[in-house]
């Protein structure tokens, strides 16, 4: 009974950092929801017992990800002059939440039915030599591609930013 009310309240706490994160105006607000919706995860595989995923959560997804991402927001320095009018917001918000309920309804009765037939895992599933064994032997190329990709995209929203900032230097 405890473990219910600890998943419902980080299910609670994951599902407001979201909101938090689509509907903020202001970067670092979003930035914030984001790490909301990290720590949950994290708190996520405390439940489940899988303390290895829930130190690499930490250590990568909330030490790393979050606070370079805190930096490049707080780099650009966005003005809410600079963001663009967006008065349908709540018209997208209504029409998203209706295109996608199909498949969220579907994505629910899909786990429910398949809930009972996950296999029994192995002796040493999710152990921390497990995980690197194949990180670094089956997935190192996409661990490695991802990694760039995430590099690229900080640079170009850097990038981004500065050009903004120079052009309105210049006028």
């Known amino acids: 009974m405890p473990e219910k009310i600890v998943l419902t309240l980080l299910a609670s706490f994951l599902m407001v950092g979201a ?32 303390s290895f995923l829930f130190l690499a959560q930490i250590l ?7 606070v ?5 927001v707080l780099t650009i320095n966005l003005k809410e002059e600079q963001f663009p009018k967006e008065r349908f917001k709540p018209l997208w918000f209504v029409t998203a939440s209706i295109v ?12 429910v039915s398949v809930a009972n037939r996950f296999p029994e895992a192995k002796e040493g599933f999710g152990t921390i030599e497990a995980v690197g064994k194949t990180l670094f032997s089956d997935w190192v190329l996409p661990f490695e591609i991802l990694s760039l990709l995430l590099l690229a995209a900080m640079v170009g929203a850097i990038i981004i930013g500065k050009k903004e900032q120079a052009y309105d230097l210049r006028t």
């Open 19 to 50: 909101l938090t994160v689509v509907v903020a105006r202001r970067p670092a607000t979003g930035a914030i929801g984001f790490l909301a919706v990290l720590l949950a995860v994290a708190g996520l595989f405390a439940l489940l017992a899988q």
């Open 60 to 66: 990568v997804s909330v030490g790393a990800v979050v």
């Open 68 to 72: 370079l991402t805190l930096i490049v």
């Open 100 to 111: 996608t309920a199909p498949f969220g309804w579907l994505l629910y009765e899909t786990l």
